[in-house]
Each structure stands twice: as C-alpha cells, then as structure tokens.
C-alpha cells in the first residue's frame, strides 16, 4: 500500500487525491490542506462578493463530507514546513502550533500561487480593516465581504485590470458600488489584443465603470474614513475599498527549500508526468510551469482548468501511473457584465517571441444568420503561421448569448491537433439558421485569414 | 480558360461556383438554376414562415447580384434536361420552352433532393389550393404562406417529425396555430435516440403542440372548407393545413439517365474528390452519397454543412484543383422552441451496424458551476466503442442557453481527429463558472462513460 501526502487543498491537490484512490482504491491519500476550505472554486469568489452566490458555501466544489468518502484524509489548517525528500518525510505545523512528522512513498505539491504586491506606498502598513484587500483564499473573501457589508463601502478603487480586476469591476458595479479600475498597462484585459480590449474598456464605461490606463498607483493612504489613492500622472481617487489585484507568482517556497529545480518563469520546474527532480516528489498546478502544447515548451499559465488535469496526472502517477500531461492551450474565457472574451493557444507577440511567422488578421462575424433576428457580432483575431500554415491562436470577443466561451473550444480542439488553418473548413461543425451559419463563425474567420 | 457548368443554385452548386472562380478567376462559370431563386437558404423557410423573418429576400445567402459580382453567370428558370457526356454538352430548357445546348469542359451536377410522397391516399390530387403542402423550394414557400395568409389556416397537421416537422411545429405554433404532429415511427426526431426525443415531446406538449407517434397517415381528405386527415388505429383530425414533410431522396435522374453510376442509398456515387464515373462531370449536395468520416465508408447525408463543403471541393477539382472531401460526422443541430438538440458521430444502432461494439451512457450535467444563478441541465449521451476506447458519436439536448449548439462542435473536432474517449479529458477547454465548469460538460460526461 502506498501512503500519499498531498500538500494543498486546492483544484490540483483535490484532483490528485481524487485520481489516486480512483486508479488506487487502497492508496492512502492525505491532503495538508493550510486553510480550513478544501476545494473551493476561487474562481467563484466575484461571484459571492457581487451577491450572487449569497452562501459561500456553495463555492465548494465537493463537500468535506464528499472528499473523506471518496477517502481523502484531510488535515486541515495543517501548515506544511518542511520536505525531507530523502528520508520520505513531511514536516507540518497543526493548528496548534505543534509540529509533527508525515511519511509518504510519494508526495504531491500543489502548494498554488500566491498573489502579487506590488511597491505601493502604504499597501504593507494598511490591511482589511482599514478596507485594502488582496483577494485569493476564503479568508481574504470573508474580510471583503466584511468590508463591503459592515463599513458599507461605496466606492472602490481596483488596482489591476487583469481577470479577476475585470471581473471584481463587473461584480462590484453589480452590488451597487462605484468602481475605478486602473492599470499600469496601455489596456485593460492585457491577456487578449488590445482591439479587443478597447471593446471591453467601452463595455465597462457602458456600465459606469472607470477605467484609468497606462497609470501606475503609488501610494495608498488612509486618512480617517477614507483611503486615498494616488499614482503617476496626477492620479488621485478617493474610496473606501481598495483591491489589489495584479497577478499571482508560483508558491515555491516549501519545494525549493527542499532542493526542487525552478522552470519557466519562476515557477518548479516539472516533465509532463508532473515530476520535480526530487524522488517521489510530484508538482501540479499553479505552483509549477505548464507545458504549451503550441509552443512545445515550458511556461507559466497558472488555470484552474489546467491545474485540475495536471493534478489529475500527478495523482494518477504519483500511485504508479504513467499519464502524460497533453500539455495546456492557454485556453480562457472571461465574463464581463454581458461580454464573453475569450482565447486560445498563441497572440501575436507570443508567437512571434518563439521564432513563428505570424500574421493576425481581424475578423466580425455574425453569430447566426443574420436573417434570424437576433443576430449579433462576434469579434475574432486569428493567428496563424505564414510558414506552416499552421493555426496558432484564436481570440473572440462577444456578448454572452453569442456563445464565444464555447465557439473558442472549437478553436482548441483544432490546436490540440496541430491543425492548418485551412483544415479548419474541413470541420463538419453544426448549424441552424437560429444558432450559427453553413460555414460557422470559426470557419469563417480562418477564411478570411487565408 | 475552362468553361464550367454547374447544375444547381443552391448551396452546393453555388458554394462550386464561387470555389471555381476563386481558385481560378479565369474560368467562365454558368449556373442552371431552376427557379428564380438562387442561394436562398432553404433552412431559413421554417422562420419566414414563422413570421420571424418578413421579408422572403432575407433568405437569400447572397444576392443575385453579389453572385454576378462574383463572376457566376445565372441561367434562371431553366432547367437541365440531358448531360451528353462523351460531347460534355448539357441541353437546357430555357424560361420559354425552347431547348438551348451548351458545352462544357466540366460540369458539376448540384440538383439536390425531392421531398418524399408518401403513399397516402388524396396527396396526389391534392395541392396548395386546398392547403396540402409540401416544403422544399422558394415556390412552395409562398405557397404555404398563401394557405397562411389568405385563408388564414387555424388548424394545422403535420405529417413527419422530422427535422422540418419540428421546426415547422415551433413555427406554426409561433403564429398561433394549433399543430397537431403525426409521425408513422415511434418517436419524435428519429435522428436522436428516444431518451431525448421524449424531452423534445415534452416540450411540444409544454408549448400546446399535440403529438401522434406510432401512428401512419393513410388519407387526406378536402371536403368543402376542411381538410380531414386519417390514419392507422382509428387517427383522424381536421385542419385547414396539412404539411407533409417525411423526408427527401436525392434528385439523380439527370446525371443516372447520362450513365451516372448509384452509390450509397439512392445516391450519386462519388469519389472523396466529388467525381462521379462520367468523364469531367462532378457532383455535390444532397444528390451524392457522403463519405462518413467515422464509418470510412459512404453514406446519404442530405444537409446544407456538407453541401457546402462537398461543392468547394467539387469546385475547385472542377478547375483542377486536387481537394479531397474531408468528410462528414452527420453533425447537425435543430431548434425546438426553447431547446437546442445536437449530434454529431454515429448514433447506437449505427455503430451497431456497422460492425463496432458500442456502448451508450447517458449523462446529464450541469451547463455551468450549479453555485451560479441559471444552470440548466444538458443532456449528454456518449457512444464509444468498448474495443478500442474510440469515441464514435454524442448527442446532445439542453436549452439554447446552455450552448448545446457549440458544444457539439468540440466533440465534432474531436471525432474529426478520431479521439478515444479518454483522451477527451485532455482538451484545453475554456472555463469561467458563470459560462462552464473546469471539467467542461463534454469532459464530465466521456468521464462518466470511462
């Protein structure tokens, strides 16, 4: 029998556990889990701090009840300390402070990211109670959530127009607050083009939401009541939240200590059957770099998409598998008030950054035909290789209802395949008059690339 | 300069056409087409009819002119009448009678299908006049919309729970009448299996559509004002409409009567480069058999995706281009009030027949994360073959919002590239828990058939 510990309690770590007694029904499974929230869908936090999802209890994706019968011992609130890799032995600190010592055969870390600070003056000296927020774990939703509700707050300053700054401006405008969003970047939604950005900036001003770009904040003060935010180029709001919001890094600290090599961008270094340089030492999810099936190469994509699979091959490796991981695409869909962006595979610049010959072309496209009423504009950017042929990337933009979060799978399933552009009209996809077009708005797209 | 000919101005001559001209913009391209009513989408009739789309024009894929612009030349309102194969002359007849003889040097024969007459007494000397329809052209589209109008009709009966039957159910019920559909098969949709057809008659039933299954209509009946339908087991309604649409045949009598050989069910026979065996002669659409990629072998396909496909490749090939016909999977997707219902791939009984050895699962899934407000159900049913892990085919039923019609494209890619079942867990799929799950529905379900 072999006894697996599992570090982290998140998507990669549950996902582990849960494929090791799948595949190894008498493995015994132990998840140190650092908080007293084991698989919680983080992705889900706007969603409860907009109102919408009024018990945050219903943000897990499994029930503690559920992981212990699918048989997953949890410690939770157990910090891990210390791997000892080659006497096989976990050191953790239990709720009590006390610390005690785990064998394992074979460990898995998923120990996650851990969310930027960026150098603002005051950001390390002000905390919730003063109503400054960074936004990661349940607790940090349950200060914000205080915040909101017991102060109330009116209006927020977010610092970071990235997913969770986008989507956060969606959810606080929805609780009826008024929301800045600045950026140090020239656009909002730096992970799509910026012709698509300026989309969003349009949709976000549509709701009244303000966006300053191209400013970086550099000092937040908290003078009585309020905070007072101030940056480059004369900027100056006032507010009684603040969100820091600017990207996540790797969480390496327990693995590195122990010896484990750094990969790309920081982040532990992994072959895609999860493995560290360290024996019986598996990694998986945001705490490690992710092999880009389109690149071939090793970079940091850290998604809880792609943490529960690596997970899920970690885990299945980690009781004697031999899984690979398919590598990830970059796919990523964000709601944004009515709005749907979402990509897949390469940008422009990423491919070009890699030796590719890319050229990007700009596509609209009806989402049905555009008899049946309805119909409503879907906003590609193809990328594909000037050499090859070769589909690189896809990037839409649409509302909702046009239903880009799924047209963009189309897209990965084809770059999953190394597909041409060309092959891309091959596809017998499907269509109605009502709900798309003979040639669907993918096909289309690549038409007018080639 | 070639010069070509093209029988037929529906999607698969045109698609030819503009395939021809855009590959080689010398070629002198003229197109017979039947009727006055080139590249009109003939999927779009249930939703003129509707009352959804007023304005018949908007049908039109392109206009007359846009296809001229193009480089095509129409010959409207004539009808082929004689391929001279070992001469490559075709003999027309032109709008008033007289025969006309043109040469080719190839020719491309897109005459489509004919709706069935099922043998039922009265149809035959029955018409529009009375309110008995058929539903295939431009033509018999103002002719129901005369019944629709001028009468008005009240009572309707559909005869064939087809595809069209259903759309033509939601489209009358739309404008108020009441529809009663009879179908000879014990289902509703025999093109999905009767789990999901009994949601689809659910639906019907929900909206005040009646439904006869199991039940063939034997006479139709005019008498003064009314029409009187009657069938097996004692079935008798009146109406003031009676639709018969029970299916089509390929229309092949011009190419077999040039020595066209029949391929698969009726069908013209064709190669995966659109030929037939007549010397320079290809042929597209609904009148030719359809290489099924999952079946490797052919098949009758008749729908507009495919036609679409099958004349750019006979296009191109007919101006000397070298492009094989990737194929079809038989996706399609059909809107039913507010249901979408997907397939894509071979159903049980089709992998059944072909010699596999499938097994059916059927799974119902969320459309997103259940925390956020609005999941619906969608309804998965994965056939895999049990040898080799292969997926063969999906089918899919949910409400439109749920993106059935999307989703059927990323398992259509998948069965393009000839997926197992497990693999499908590698994909890259998007997700945000307002729009999907990190285990997207597909996922969840070819995990659940694993």
Chains 1, 2 share one sequence.
């Not at 990969?263 to 019986?280: F, S």
């Amino acid at each position: 029998m072999t006894r697996l510990l599992i570090v982290g309690g998140s998507d990669a770590g549950i996902s582990a556990g849960l494929r090791a007694r799948e595949v190894a029904p008498d493995v015994e499974a132990t998840l140190v889990v650092a908080d007293a929230y084991p698989n919680y869908s983080i992705c889900g936090i706007p969603y409860h701090l907009s109102g919408e999802v009024p018990d945050w209890r219903s943000l897990a994706h499994r029930s503690q009840a559920d992981l212990e019968a699918a048989g997953l011992e949890l410690l939770l609130c157990h910090t891990a300390r210390q791997i000892d890799p080659a006497a096989r032995k976990l050191t953790v600190i239990d709720p009590n402070g006390a610390e005690m010592t785990l064998a394992y055969d074979t460990l898995v870390v998923a120990t996650g990211a851990t969310p930027l600070r960026p150098p603002i003056a005051g950001l390390d000296s002000l905390s919730a109670a003063e109503g400054v927020h960074l936004l990661h774990t349940m607790d940090d939703t349950f200060a914000m959530a205080d915040t909101l509700t017991r102060r109330p707050a009116e209006r927020a300053v977010i610092v970071g127009a990235g997913y969770i700054g986008m989507e956060m401006a969606d959810a606080l405008s929805l609780r009826g607050l008024a929301v800045t969003v600045v950026e140090a970047l020239p656009q909002v939604l730096p992970t799509v083009d910026p012709e698509l950005a300026a989309l969003v900036e349009a949709a976000l001003a549509g709701h009244g939401v303000e966006v300053v770009t191209d400013t970086t904040v550099t000092e937040i003060r908290h003078t009585g009541r309020e905070l007072h935010v101030s940056g480059a180029g004369g900027f100056a709001r006032s507010a009684d939240l603040v969100l820091v919001v600017v990207g996540v890094r790797p969480d390496t600290t327990l693995a590195t200590a122990a010896g484990a090599t750094i990969g790309a961008r920081g982040a532990l270094a992994v072959d895609r059957r999860m493995r560290t340089n360290l024996p019986g030492v598996y990694a998986a999810g945001d705490c490690v770099h992710t092999y880009h099936r389109v690149l071939d190469a090793d970079t940091y994509l850290p998604l809880g998409t792609t943490a529960h699979k690596q997970g899920r091959v970690a885990g299945e490796n980690a009781v004697g598998g031999e899984r690979t991981f398919a590598g990830s695409l970059g796919t990523q869909v964000v709601k944004i008030f009515d709005l749907a962006i979402a990509r897949t595979g390469l940008r422009h610049h990423e491919a070009a950054a890699a030796g590719l010959a890319p050229r990007t072309v700009p596509v609209t496209v009806d989402d049905h035909k555009a008899y049946y009423p309805g119909a409503q504009s879907v906003h590609v950017r193809i990328t594909g290789d000037t050499e090859t042929g070769r589909l690189l990337g896809v990037q839409m933009l649409g509302a909702i209802a046009t239903g880009v979060a799924k047209r963009i799978d189309t897209a990965a399933v084809a770059l999953y395949h190394h597909m041409s552009v060309e092959e891309i009209s091959d596809l017998d996809l499907s269509y109605t008059p009502p709900l798309g077009s003979p040639w669907d708005v993918l096909q289309a797209a690549v038409q007018a690339w080639a």
